[in-house]
């Protein structure tokens, strides 16, 4: 298995098990898999990405 599989099925593995921190209260072990590796920074990057596109609908809509 290579590693983009690897890293796919490890993310879709914790995404599956729901035992992720909720938003707002994630510590550096977002998926809670006991270790902090390239999944969590990979969840806490998607999360920031996702609330800085929502801040961005959010003040597009105040503008208008
Ligand atoms: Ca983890």
Redesign the pocket.
Known sequence: MDFASSFKSKLLD?LEEKKMDPVGQADA?????????D??EYLHKRRKAIKKAMKEEQELRDAD
């Open positions: 914790a072990d977002i998926d809670n898999d006991g270790d902090v590796d999944s969590d």
